[in-house]
């Protein structure tokens, strides 16, 4: 019968401690909304986060070269994006405040400021590879050519 006159109050629970994070030891940081703009367009992926775009920037600000690895996934053809069979395997440094990606597999370098613009133009060598040596006549092709070419071909299903 007393069980019919409780009635339910909302309790707060406060902590200092981060309760739910794929982050040990995580804590909070005050930026300015720019820095934060900033930090958005250097992130290589949408879902990545703050942490990992802060991480990579901080060997550069030490002047040190600490290349890092991109896995290139998506592949743009002739205007259809296509789904590489297996990622190619993107090589970043970063060296007086430029991005140097290059894979020597498919010969494949670019220099360029921003990243999101080498990716961009990393793709553009892709695609100027698969004209050069997929859509030209094998018969214009020398062995190492067509060797090449067949690599290429072997990118996509």
Do not use: C
């Not at 069980?3 to 940081?29: C, E, K, N, R």
């Not at 297996?86 to 990243?115: C, K, Q, T, W």
């Not at 997929?134 to 060797?147: F, I, Q």
């Amino acid at each position: 019968m007393l069980d019919s006159y409780l009635i339910p109050l909302p309790i707060g629970i406060y902590t200092t401690a981060v309760v739910s994070s794929s982050m040990s030891g995580a804590s909070s940081i005050k930026i300015s909304d720019e820095v934060k703009d900033t930090l958005k367009h250097l992130k290589i992926h949408p879902r990545e986060t703050y942490n990992d775009v802060i991480g990579r920037l901080v060997p550069q600000g030490q002047g040190g070269r600490s290349p890092g690895h991109i896995p290139l996934m998506y592949a743009k053809i002739h205007g259809e994006i296509r789904e590489l069979k297996n990622p190619i395997d993107l090589s970043v440094e970063f060296e007086d405040g430029d991005y140097i990606i290059y894979n020597n597999d498919f010969h494949l370098l670019v220099i360029a400021p921003d990243l999101k613009e080498a990716l961009e133009e990393i793709n553009d060598e892709l695609a100027a590879n698969w004209e050069d040596y997929v859509e030209r006549d094998a018969s214009d092709l020398t062995k190492g050519a067509l060797e090449f070419r067949e690599k290429l071909r072997g990118l996509f299903d």
